[in-house]
Structure formats: structure tokens, C-alpha cells
């Protein structure tokens, strides 16, 4: 991706552009691609940025970031520091997937050499990493994640809220309105993010964060240009450029009644490259103990923590409506399919299915003293609603007799 720094209208700005690559390799620590890739961009004196390799899976990610000029040239240094014009960033972005033996050449989500979109499900799914969830919600929306993402959690409660930990890097969820306002940390090797939900945000998200965060990977300058000279020069515009956060998606937070104080105070504290100090950092502006940052580091769970294993779609549902079972009263815990026993659960059924007949049976079509809309309605659902019980008793009966033998 090829962007450049907000100028004046008149264009009085630095004369140069910035162009975002990701290089993909079949290496699982990206140590070595590093080095080539180093390598090889000293060797072509080109003014750049190198990240710190991410391990993703089979795979590794390293970013880099190159100086180029208008016309979409990179810039190029000598020894004395000045600076000269090289090829065009799209040629030069083939050269270094081959000269490195990179899988793919990422521009914007585009292989630079096949010129097609890249799709590898390796990209779409990372193992390794940890993200941990914190605000308030029960064991039993923590089994809903285990079934959707059909990998395990763990859940564990602190005197300063609830903590889901999944042991792989997801940065996002979709969370129920009645867990807000939370917020999830992520963290993949030296890739570090946040989002959050907040409790006034837009229905329309339908449980998907509200404001999300990456911080950029740490990165260092490839070639050390001399003091006072045009390279050093655009090696502090592209160092820049690589720190510095989205500062109009964080001004929108005024919308969720975030004050300008602490606005400001994310300004600095989602500026640079992610660690777990900056976790903090954010967990500390928005009132909430920064001490749970630690939990994305390895080896850092409890021994209150209890594993949440994935059931399935239907187990996790039947999961989660059993633990809100537990914490129903009163007409709450009457409509909750599993907080009844399941003998009563199907006799009831029964019933609802005998009274849903005789409605449709015993009523004069003729002479109705309500709308025929209004009696095919009620039917309807209170037919839908025996079939349920009927099929949920069922199968918990079915279920409880297996486990006595």
C-alpha cells in the first residue's frame, strides 16, 4: 500500500510517499527470511523499514515499509547520506520476493508477482498467540465462544471482573450487549491489539467491537544514514509515519462519551510499536487494572482458571442455557427450557401440544370472536413451543440415561 503524510494544501510537505509490504514465508520463525530480506535491501541501499518477524503458524509475516517518491520510485541512499531515485516500487516488490523466497509479496492484499488476491486459509487462521477477554459475562457466553470458534477457553473470575482466555490469537468476537461495556486483548508474538465494546455503541454492530487498535510491529531503520543528511531525513519521515496511530478513528470515540482527556492520553498510549506495557498503558486510562495485561503471556493463568471446551453449536447453546438456568427466578426461569426437570419438561410439551390442537380443532371458523390471523398465530407458536420442550426433554432424558450407564 502506497500512502502518504497529511500536507498543507500547498503541498509543502515531505516529498515522499510511504509503501506498506508484507513478505510471506514458509518458515514458522521467519529468522532467517529476516536476514535475507535485510540483506538484500542494503544491497539495493534502499531507505526502509524492517519489522520484527511474527510467527503465524506454518507460516511467518514480516512487514517493511519503503520510502519512495511521488511517481511510486523508492529512494535510494549512498554512503554520504544523499539520496537518489531507484525502481518503481511494484518491479522492485517482485525483485525482493524472489531474491528472498518469499511465498508471497503482499500490496494490499495482492501479490505483487501473480497479481492475484491472496487467499491461503494459513493467513485466515494463525496458530500460536493468546487473546483475553475482560468485563463482565458468565462461564456460560464463554462456552458459546468455545463452540463457535471450536477451540477451547479458559474462564476465571477476579476481584476486578470476569477473564476468558483463549489460547490462540483471535482479535475479535462478537460479544452480547449484555457484556458491555469489555474489551479483548490479542497478542501474536510482537503483534500486539485491542478492541473494545462499549456500552452506548451503534445497534447496528450486532456485538462487533466498537473501536479496535494494532500497534505497528517493532521496526528498525535498514540502513544507518550519517547525521544531518537527506537519508537521515527520510529515515525519521518513514520511523514516523510507522508510530504514528489512527488519530481520527480514536477522535470518533467522543461518540461513546469518551472524554478529550482521555483521548488525548490514547494518542500517546497507542502510538509506536505494541507490548504488553502498552496494554497497560490503555487498561490504565480507561479505569480498568493493568495487571490483566499479563494474562496474554504464556504461562500466566491462574489455577482458579477452568477449562471451556468446545461442544458444538448445539452443545454450547444447551451449555450456556443451563448455566442461565442456574441464575433464573420466577418467570425467567419457567420459560428456560433446561431449568425444567425432563420428565416435566416433555409431560408439559405434551400438554402444550394437546391444548395447541384443540384451539385449531374446537374453534368454530365460522363465528370466530377473534381475528383468524390472531388464532393461527397463537397456534402456531404454542405449537412451536410443545415441539421444542418435546424434542429438548427428549434428548436430556435420552442424555441422562446414557451417562447412568
Given at each position: 500500500?502506497?500512502?502518504?503524510?497529511?500536507?498543507?494544501?500547498?503541498?509543502?510537505?515531505?516529498?515522499?510517499?510511504?509503501?506498506?509490504?508484507?513478505?510471506?514465508?514458509?518458515?514458522?520463525?521467519?529468522?532467517?527470511?529476516?536476514?535475507?530480506?535485510?540483506?538484500?535491501?542494503?544491497?539495493?541501499?534502499?531507505?526502509?523499514?524492517?519489522?520484527?518477524?511474527v510467527?503465524?503458524?506454518?507460516?511467518?509475516?514480516?512487514?517493511?515499509?519503503?520510502?519512495?517518491?511521488?511517481?511510486?520510485?523508492?529512494?535510494?541512499?549512498?554512503?554520504?547520506g544523499?539520496?537518489?531515485?531507484g525502481?518503481?516500487?511494484e518491479?522492485?516488490a517482485?525483485?525482493l520476493?524472489?531474491?528472498?523466497?518469499?511465498?508471497?509479496?503482499?500490496?494490499?492484499?495482492?501479490?505483487?508477482?501473480?497479481?492475484?488476491?491472496?487467499?491461503?486459509?494459513?493467513?485466515?487462521?494463525?496458530?500460536?498467540?493468546?487473546?483475553?477477554?475482560?468485563?463482565?459475562?458468565?462461564e456460560?457466553?464463554?462456552?458459546?465462544?468455545?463452540?463457535?470458534?471450536?477451540?477451547?477457553?479458559?474462564?476465571?473470575?477476579?476481584?476486578?471482573?470476569?477473564?476468558?482466555?483463549?489460547?490462540?490469537?483471535?482479535?475479535?468476537?462478537?460479544?452480547?450487549?449484555?457484556?458491555?461495556?469489555?474489551?479483548?486483548?490479542?497478542?501474536?508474538?510482537?503483534?500486539?491489539?485491542?478492541?473494545?465494546?462499549?456500552?452506548?455503541?451503534n445497534?447496528?454492530?450486532r456485538?462487533?467491537?466498537?473501536?479496535?487498535?494494532?500497534?505497528?510491529?517493532?521496526?528498525?531503520?535498514?540502513?544507518?544514514?550519517?547525521?544531518?543528511?537527506?537519508?537521515?531525513?527520510?529515515?525519521?519521515?518513514?520511523?514516523?509515519?510507522?508510530?504514528?496511530?489512527?488519530?481520527?478513528?480514536?477522535?470518533?470515540?467522543?461518540?461513546?462519551?469518551?472524554?478529550?482527556?482521555?483521548?488525548?492520553?490514547?494518542?500517546?498510549?497507542?502510538?509506536?510499536?505494541?507490548?504488553?506495557?502498552?496494554?497497560?498503558?490503555?487498561?490504565?486510562?480507561?479505569?480498568?487494572?493493568?495487571?490483566?495485561?499479563?494474562?496474554?503471556?504464556?504461562?500466566?493463568?491462574?489455577?482458579?482458571?477452568?477449562?471451556?471446551?468446545?461442544?458444538?453449536?448445539?452443545?454450547?447453546?444447551?451449555?450456556?442455557?443451563?448455566?442461565?438456568?442456574?441464575?433464573?427466578?420466577?418467570?425467567?426461569?419457567?420459560f428456560n427450557?433446561?431449568?425444567?426437570?425432563?420428565?416435566?419438561?416433555?409431560?408439559?410439551?405434551?400438554?402444550?401440544?394437546?391444548?395447541?390442537v384443540?384451539?385449531?380443532?374446537?374453534?368454530?371458523?365460522?363465528?370466530?370472536?377473534?381475528?383468524?390471523?390472531?388464532?393461527?398465530?397463537?397456534?402456531?407458536?404454542?405449537?412451536?413451543?410443545?415441539?421444542?420442550?418435546?424434542?429438548?426433554?427428549?434428548?436430556?432424558?435420552?442424555?441422562?440415561?446414557?451417562?447412568?450407564?
Amino acid at each position: 500500500m502506497v500512502s502518504s503524510p497529511t500536507g498543507d494544501i500547498e503541498g509543502e510537505g515531505p516529498p515522499w510517499l510511504v509503501a506498506s509490504m508484507a513478505l510471506i514465508f514458509d518458515e514458522p520463525l521467519g529468522i532467517e527470511a529476516h536476514r535475507r530480506i535485510l540483506a538484500t535491501l542494503r544491497a539495493r541501499a534502499s531507505i526502509s523499514l524492517l519489522a520484527t518477524p511474527v510467527p503465524w503458524g506454518e507460516l511467518s509475516v514480516i512487514e517493511l515499509v519503503i520510502a519512495v517518491n511521488p511517481e511510486g520510485f523508492i529512494v535510494m541512499a549512498d554512503e554520504a547520506g544523499n539520496i537518489s531515485n531507484g525502481q518503481q516500487i511494484e518491479g522492485f516488490a517482485i525483485a525482493l520476493k524472489r531474491g528472498t523466497g518469499a511465498k508471497y509479496a503482499d500490496l494490499e492484499g495482492v501479490d505483487a508477482e501473480s497479481g492475484e488476491t491472496i487467499t491461503d486459509k494459513a493467513l485466515e487462521y494463525p496458530t500460536g498467540g493468546t487473546s483475553v477477554l475482560l468485563g463482565s459475562f458468565k462461564e456460560s457466553e464463554v462456552a458459546l465462544f468455545a463452540g463457535e470458534s471450536r477451540t477451547s477457553w479458559s474462564y476465571f473470575t477476579t476481584e476486578h471482573g470476569h477473564v476468558a482466555v483463549h489460547e490462540g490469537y483471535m482479535p475479535e468476537i462478537m460479544v452480547s450487549r449484555s457484556s458491555f461495556p469489555a474489551v479483548m486483548l490479542s497478542r501474536l508474538g510482537p503483534r500486539f491489539s485491542m478492541v473494545f465494546w462499549f456500552q452506548g455503541q451503534n445497534k447496528k454492530l450486532r456485538g462487533h467491537p466498537g473501536f479496535g487498535h494494532g500497534w505497528s510491529v517493532a521496526a528498525e531503520p535498514v540502513l544507518e544514514a550519517l547525521p544531518e543528511t537527506p537519508a537521515a531525513e527520510v529515515n525519521e519521515f518513514l520511523t514516523e509515519q510507522w508510530a504514528a496511530p489512527d488519530l481520527e478513528s480514536i477522535a470518533e470515540l467522543t461518540q461513546y462519551g469518551i472524554s478529550t482527556e482521555i483521548i488525548s492520553a490514547l494518542e500517546q498510549a497507542l502510538a509506536g510499536s505494541g507490548s504488553v506495557q502498552k496494554l497497560r498503558e490503555v487498561l490504565t486510562i480507561f479505569g480498568t487494572d493493568p495487571s490483566q495485561a499479563d494474562y496474554v503471556e504464556e504461562g500466566s493463568l491462574p489455577v482458579t482458571a477452568r477449562p471451556v471446551e468446545p461442544r458444538g453449536l448445539g452443545g454450547a447453546i444447551a451449555h450456556s442455557m443451563r448455566g442461565e438456568a442456574k441464575d433464573s427466578t420466577g418467570v425467567r426461569k419457567f420459560f428456560n427450557v433446561v431449568a425444567w426437570r425432563p420428565g416435566s419438561q416433555i409431560l408439559w410439551g405434551f400438554l402444550q401440544a394437546v391444548i395447541a390442537v384443540a384451539l385449531v380443532v374446537v374453534t368454530d371458523w365460522d363465528q370466530t370472536r377473534l381475528p383468524f390471523w390472531v388464532i393461527v398465530v397463537v397456534a402456531a407458536l404454542w405449537g412451536v413451543d410443545a415441539l421444542t420442550n418435546l424434542w429438548v426433554g427428549g434428548w436430556r432424558l435420552a442424555r441422562a440415561r446414557q451417562s447412568r450407564d
